[in-house]
């Protein structure tokens, strides 16, 4: 029986890296940008695509270690690795894999993106031997099916995931009968987004938003239909919004990371961003904040009353410190 709902998800199971997505509990590695497909849709930003750059969950790093650093920032329960095609990087991609096993045990649950393209039985059997335990195939041609098959002779998870683009159902159709015929774990489709790089590719195709904020028209509904069409199979079937990424797996991961390394002058709120003060003091603060500059304090919000001027700013948790909105309070006036 599908469960959910329709604006955010719908499954009949979900696949183990999904159910720690869903908690906040996966850090996000995007291991390297280069790819050797060149998709119209592709979602992945202009600084991202193509270069040979690494991101834990949304800052740049530069060492593995700083995957291991990140993840225990926000207590990670597992790593999902994508890119590009972190196939591209296998040297790298297994070494991090064996890094996060050894460094938080084998329940540390590692999930793979790859569209399978330079997926071999070497690859496959290196990816096994350091601990992988799921694999994800986004087979951008049916060509790419046979990695998926090679897949399913060894012991991690497979499963295919997939965006729902309009008018290529029948593609779709096909790959989801291939996945249940063959007996793959899951099929996971995703709501098919505008981004700033894929949107003027899009528009061209006629697409609109119309989900969400950056959900393409039609995309839902035809997932959905798929998950209706196929619910007896045999397969776990689900369906992923672009506002579930936004609104449950991003501020649940925000969430996550505010519970294990926010400072204790940083009020956490529930949409998961956080809140300090700027204040202006040659007096030593450091019972009630830090100094971040020459006379210059961030303090909890919660003392601010007992300044005359203070920057009350909100910020995203992670290491970027995005702000989001910054307000002057004069207390005198
Ligand atoms: S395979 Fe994935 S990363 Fe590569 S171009 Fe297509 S959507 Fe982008």
């Keep these: 029986m599908l469960r959910g709902n329709p604006d955010i998800g719908v499954y009949n199971a979900l696949p183990r890296g999904c159910e ?3 908690l906040g509990g996966k850090l996000v ?22 270069k040979d750059v690494m991101y834990a969950n949304e800052a740049e790093v530069k060492s593995l270690y700083d995957f291991i650093y990140e993840a225990y920032r926000m207590n990670a329960a597992g790593a999902g690795i994508t890119g590009g095609d972190p196939i591209l990087a296998i040297g790298r ?12 045990s084998s329940d540390f649950h590692v999930h793979l993106y790859t569209s399978g393209r330079y997926v071999t039985n070497d690859v496959l059997r290196e990816l ?10 986004h087979p951008v041609k049916e060509d790419y099916l046979k990695a998926v098959e090679k897949a399913l002779k060894f012991r991690f998870d497979v499963g295919i995931e997939v965006p729902s683009i309009p008018h ?3 593609f779709l159709e096909r790959i989801v009968e291939w996945g249940v015929k063959k007996g793959v774990k899951f099929i996971n489709i995703n709501e098919l987004e505008l981004t700033e790089r894929n949107y003027q590719s899009l528009n061209v195709q006629g697409y609109r938003v119309s989900h969400g904020l950056t959900g393409v028209k039609g995309s ?40 294990y390394s926010a400072k ?4 956490g709120t529930p949409e998961g961003t956080i809140v300090r003060a700027i204040v202006k003091s040659n007096s030593d603060l450091s019972d009630i904040g830090e100094k971040i500059g020459e006379g210059m304090w961030s303090i909890s919000p919660d003392f601010s009353s007992h300044f005359s001027e203070v920057v009350l700013v909100e910020e995203h948790p992670d290491q970027r410190r995005l702000r989001i909105t910054e307000k002057l309070i004069n207390s005198k006036t």
């Design 20 to 22: 720690l997505c869903r």
């Design 29 to 50: 590695v995007y291991i390297t940008g280069e790819c050797g497909d060149n998709c119209y849709y592709c979602p992945v930003s202009t600084e991202r695509f193509g």
């Design 93 to 104: 991609l297994t070494k991090l894999i064996r890094l996060f096993k050894d460094e938080f």
């Design 128 to 137: 096994e031997r350091v601990g992988l335990d799921e694999i994800r195939f």
């Design 168 to 170: 290529e159902k029948e």
């Design 220 to 259: 839902a509904e035809l997932a959905l239909s798929l998950l209706r069409k196929y619910e007896s199979k045999n397969v776990a079937l689900h369906y992923c919004s672009s506002v579930y990424k936004d609104v449950v797996e991003t501020r649940t991961r925000f969430l996550r990371i505010i519970k």
């Design 264 to 267: 204790p002058y940083e009020n």
